[in-house]
């Protein structure tokens, strides 16, 4: 399997910024870790290993970043607003930094997002705010509803990055609607343990697909299925063969 390191400045985060990528073609897909991740945990917890066949018979590229939620979404001494803003600015880092460079290394193919837990969040946020830079998204396990994260508080960047809250109230004229409809995602949880409350925000996100006409395939498996990785192993080929 072909590996590669790459770190740069990033001058919207003001700090150096790893990327891992794992694969030499194939389509291209930004992996956000769970929460608080950094981007090596994927391959750390035997996602990659998952993910192999794909990856080496040319069909799947992987690009591994760090998250920084340390200081956004984990930081609950700090003013959410500032917490916000500062994931903008990450969100802008893989929009603006991250995805060029997947674009430039593969043909300008569209890509796919793919996470679990809080990188499912990650995962949904960055597919439904740029359908025009990605066709397809892999969620395992995660919440939807940012607000949530935050202990109730919204604002216009809180809700910007909520798809919970912008699916509800996107009209149905949105050139963005009928780029979902093209689109492949996946949503998927378990009905064991710790992951009710992701269990309940993945409901909520599926009523709102199924209320504003969105094709999704959401997935709830069993009762003995956990908010682990052993599962996450499991959940992550089973999707991939669907797409690739």
């Known amino acids: 399997m072909q590996i590669k390191e790459l770190n740069w400045y990033s001058e919207r985060l003001h700090r150096d910024m790893p990327v891992k990528v794992y694969g030499h073609a194939g389509k291209p897909c930004l992996v956000i870790p769970s929460q608080d991740g950094k981007h090596n945990d994927f391959e750390g917890f035997g996602m990659i290993d998952a993910c192999a066949p794909f990856i080496e018979e040319g069909k799947l590229r992987l690009y591994c970043v760090d998250t920084i939620d340390a200081e956004t979404w984990s930081c609950t001494w700090k003013n959410a607003?500032?917490?916000?803003?500062?994931?903008?600015?990450?969100?802008?880092?893989?929009?603006?930094?991250?995805?060029?460079?997947?674009?430039?290394?593969?043909?300008?193919?569209?890509?796919?997002?793919?996470?679990?837990?809080?990188?499912?969040?990650?995962?949904?946020?960055?597919?439904?705010?740029?359908?025009?830079?990605?066709?397809?998204?892999i969620c395992l396990s995660g919440i939807y509803?940012?607000?949530?994260?935050?202990?109730?508080?919204?604002?216009?960047?809180?809700?910007?990055?909520?798809p919970y809250h912008c699916l509800q109230n996107m009209p149905e004229d949105h050139?963005?609607?009928?780029?979902?409809?093209?689109?492949?995602?996946?949503?998927?949880?378990?009905?064991?343990?710790?992951?009710?409350?992701?269990?309940?925000?993945?409901?909520?996100?599926?009523?709102?697909?199924?209320?504003?006409?969105?094709p999704a395939f959401v997935d709830y498996w069993g009762y003995d299925v956990a908010h682990d990785w052993n599962w996450w192993q499991k959940q992550a080929p089973y999707f991939l063969g669907k797409i690739l």
């Open 81 to 137: 607003r500032d917490r916000i803003v500062l994931h903008e600015d990450w969100m802008q880092y893989l929009v603006q930094e991250v995805l060029p460079l997947m674009e430039k290394e593969n043909k300008k193919q569209k890509a796919m997002t793919m996470g679990c837990s809080m990188g499912a969040f990650h995962a949904a946020n960055l597919f439904f705010r740029f359908p025009d830079r990605f066709d397809t998204t």
């Open 175 to 214: 050139p963005y609607m009928s780029l979902y409809r093209r689109s492949d995602m996946f949503f998927c949880v378990g009905q064991g343990a710790w992951e009710d409350e992701l269990l309940a925000d993945t409901r909520k996100l599926d009523g709102v697909l199924h209320a504003k006409g969105i």
């Open 145 to 162: 509803d940012a607000s949530q994260v935050l202990g109730g508080y919204m604002d216009d960047l809180v809700y910007l990055n909520s």
